[in-house]
């Protein structure tokens, strides 16, 4: 599994966009990078995922990089809704069957002040 | 409405005891995980199946163990050889083909005295 590395934690203010980074250096050609958010006493939740190309939802937009070395997860507008910690996972092999088998680190603890 | 549904919410047992926590899913997903959450940690995966009557050891098998009889249904017995029961149980699943999005469950907090 690739080693990801992202911010502890983040501050933001509501209704201002918020970029969330995440480092995966070590992402194999194929994996695609998810991401996933978790309220407090919640399951997390799907929020977006991507390949090479930037991606956009109704949740949230992926840019990812060039090298596929990095990735940024960008909230538009960030509500209080959005208090969640956010993981970012590289895996589920493009080729491969790996069924869902999402390995989780510890995420960037995201705070949204009022 | 679909979705997969974790119960009980909270759960008390004795140190020695086993305990079997439910997990049923109404989305007619193949595959189906069972992962663990202590806390300020991320997830870490206990077991996982693929298709009915199948299943494989995650990360942190020892001391669990499940059974997948039907496709609905992937329940986690803590046994009391599992040393440090005490945690925050997510159950999810997904259709099984690789890249296809995971659903939670609401979770059940184990607390074993």
């Known amino acids: 599994d690739a080693k990801t590395t992202q911010p502890n934690s983040m501050e933001s203010n509501e209704e201002e966009p918020v970029h969330l980074p995440c480092n995966h250096s070590?992402?194999?050609?194929?994996?695609?990078i998810h991401w996933y958010r978790q309220l407090p006493s919640q399951g997390p939740e799907y929020v977006i995922h991507?390949?090479?190309s930037n991606v956009n939802n109704r949740m949230a937009s992926l840019a990812i990089a060039e090298d596929r070395k990095s990735s940024t997860l960008i909230l538009h507008r960030a509500t209080l809704r959005d208090a969640a910690v956010y993981y970012c996972?590289?895996?589920?092999?493009?080729?491969?069957?790996?069924?869902?088998?999402?390995?989780f680190g510890q995420g960037t603890i995201l705070t949204v002040h009022p | 409405d679909g979705g997969i549904t974790q119960s009980p919410k909270y759960l008390f047992r004795k140190e020695g005891q086993n305990v079997t926590l439910s997990c049923e899913q109404n989305?007619?997903?193949?595959?189906m995980y069972w992962y663990r959450q202590d806390p300020g940690q991320g997830l870490r995966l206990i077991y996982y199946?693929?298709?009915?009557?199948?299943?494989q050891k995650g990360d942190i098998a020892e001391g669990y163990s499940v059974s997948r009889e039907k496709k609905e249904s992937f329940p986690l017995t803590v046994t009391s050889a599992q040393k440090n029961p005490t945690a925050f149980y997510l159950c999810?699943?997904?259709?099984?083909?690789?890249?296809?999005?995971?659903?939670f469950g609401q979770g059940t907090r184990l607390t074993v005295v």
């Open positions: 999810a699943s997904s259709r099984g083909h690789q890249n296809t999005e995971a659903f």
């Open positions: 070590t992402i194999s050609g194929t994996d695609y």
């Open positions: 991507g390949l090479t």
């Open positions: 996972i590289p895996g589920l092999n493009a080729g491969g069957t790996s069924y869902g088998k999402l390995t």
């Open positions: 989305l007619n997903h193949d595959a």
């Open positions: 199946s693929q298709i009915v009557n199948d299943f």
